[in-house]
């Protein structure tokens, strides 16, 4: 956290301090792409490309509150028991791009919350042998439960495969999700970009 009047840094989160591992094996071995301040809860949601991961941590305390990621990643690890659990049928993502905390409530549960992410779908920074070489990319979006510990998958939207540099977002009262992929991999039609544009309820493509 930086102060804008003076440029000093006046709080810092060291991913190091958080999640202690085996995957401390590289410079950047955890690759933090977003940051979301959640003032209400006064935590962070971070998003760590290198861990196919996102986790949630107290901002004053700096206490680990949960990971969201498939959790043979985590087995053999000090956080293992902070992983959130899945629900049925949960779709994993893969050096994923701007997690975040969503304000709607789109299921009306008063004890769920819904994170949205970017999945890239690609695993070449950090292999792992359960990988499932799925050619696209995905915006998914999650249904948290604190309290139970558990993770949901709430909607998935699939879209060609952009490797790096990607976002989804909700636009609720449109009743609209957009993939903006940075990276195609392979380009279309000669280009590296594309935007593409759902409906958030049937997941029908509209634009691209």
Not at 75 to 86: A, E, H, N, S, Y
Request: hydrophobic content about 35%.
């Amino acid at each position: 956290e930086i102060d804008r009047k003076t440029g000093k840094a006046v709080w810092t989160l060291d991913m190091c301090d958080i999640v202690e591992s085996k995957y401390h094996d590289m410079k950047d071995w955890a690759h933090v792409n977003t940051v979301q301040y959640l003032e209400e809860e006064d935590a962070v949601l971070v998003c760590m490309r290198n861990l196919h991961g996102a986790a949630k941590v107290d901002k004053k305390t700096k206490e680990l509150k949960w990971v969201m990621g498939d959790p043979r990643f985590w087995d053999d690890t000090p956080v293992k028991d902070k992983v959130l659990r899945p629900v049925g049928e949960v779709h994993y993502h893969f050096q994923s791009h701007t997690a975040r905390m969503l304000d709607e409530d789109l299921d009306g549960n008063p004890d769920t919350k819904h994170m949205i992410i970017f999945d890239n779908h690609w695993h070449k920074r950090r292999s792992v042998d359960f990988f499932d070489n799925d050619p696209n990319s995905f915006v998914d979006i999650y249904t948290i439960n604190e309290k139970e510990g558990t993770v949901e998958q709430f909607k998935r939207y699939t879209c060609p495969k952009s490797k790096i540099r990607s976002n989804g977002i909700l636009v609720l009262d449109k009743k609209r999700v957009y993939a903006m992929e940075g990276f195609l991999e392979p380009m279309i039609d000669d280009y590296p970009a594309m935007i593409r544009e759902y409906d958030y309820e049937s997941g029908e493509l509209y634009n691209e």
